[in-house]
């Protein structure tokens, strides 16, 4: 057993070599709904269609529409509606039961807008055995991986009115899926974070293109645990990360467009191997790239 790696899985999900061999058949469960709102919840009177969906899987975006002028509340925070009425949230992992936007209409009315969250089952392994002095990283790179994640996370703090997450999404990579998103190891009983994205094989040198347009508002060949690492921002609060590149060729503040390559797949940081990993943020609540893309129905 690796003692480093696993003293950093136990601290940080960015790492992917946390991905457990993938189990096909219980990791990924048939998504209830498109994202995409399908139906119409109510028709206030004397006032425009409000779409969201009834029903969403955890770790998906919610995409809705409200009539213009429009406020939406979601979990304290204002949640930003687009020149369409269009808006996006985000379900988180572990979230149950069901998410409730508040509105308040341009006339001042207000109502409670309720989608229901559909279970899914997340991989679990568990690991015993594991010296407990291998579990906490050296002072010095555990102050590293945290500078590190602060910065990653300033970043997801953004709220643009561009709209480009509301573009079908593409694979950034094509290739068999060796992680899902979510999975989970459990450490002398002590769980370790989730796998935070979706991990793609591909050889060293592969393309990455960008699933959807955006800014690129990250771009660092060397961080600790995640190696060559790229953020772009779809609006509204969307983001996509890409992890272990061996060669970055967007800068930041950067207008990508939907299929261009932003750089190349590597194992820098903390990868066992050559991969594509690809995580999806609504602000800090992470999606899975995966139920977006097959919820819309990209293979
Ligand atoms: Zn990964």
Not at 124 to 132: Q, T
Request: charged residues 15%; glycine residues 12%; contains cysteine.
């Amino acid at each position: 057993m690796k003692t480093p790696t696993i003293a950093l899985l136990a601290l940080a999900c960015g790492a992917c070599a946390s991905t457990p061999p993938p189990t096909p058949s219980s990791a990924m469960q048939p998504m209830a709904s498109r994202p995409v709102a399908q139906s119409a919840a109510a028709r206030p009177a004397g006032s425009a269609l409000i779409q969201i969906p009834t029903s969403a899987p955890q770790a998906s975006l919610v995409m809705g529409v409200v009539p213009i002028g429009s406020t939406l509340i979601y979990g304290g925070r204002a949640v930003r509606i687009g020149p369409d009425g269009r808006f996006v949230v985000g379900v988180a992992r572990e979230q149950t039961g069901a998410l409730t936007l508040d509105l308040t209409l341009p006339d001042g009315t207000t109502r409670k807008l309720s989608v229901t969250i559909t279970p899914r089952s997340f991989p679990v392994e568990r690991v015993n055995g594991v010296p407990k002095a291998t579990v906490k990283p050296p002072p010095e790179i555990a102050a590293r991986i945290e500078r590190e994640q602060a910065q990653v996370n300033a970043t997801r703090t953004r709220d643009d009115d561009r709209e480009d997450f509301e573009q079908r999404f593409i694979w950034p990579v094509q290739g068999r899926i060796s992680g899902v998103f979510g999975s989970q190891r459990i450490y002398n009983g002590t769980p370790g974070a989730a796998h935070s994205g979706v991990d793609i094989a591909a050889s060293q040198g592969t393309p990455i293109h960008a699933p959807a347009g955006g800014i690129v508002t990250f771009a660092n060949p060397d961080l600790y645990l995640t190696g060559g690492t790229v953020l772009i921002d779809h609006g509204h609060g969307v983001s996509s990360n890409f992890l272990h590149m061996s060669r970055i060729d967007v800068k930041v503040g950067e207008h990508v467009v939907q299929g261009q390559v932003i750089g190349l797949v590597g194992k820098t940081g903390r990868a066992t191997g050559p991969h594509m990993h690809w995580g999806m943020n609504w602000f800090d609540v992470r999606i899975d790239p995966q139920a977006l893309l097959e919820a819309e129905g990209v293979k």
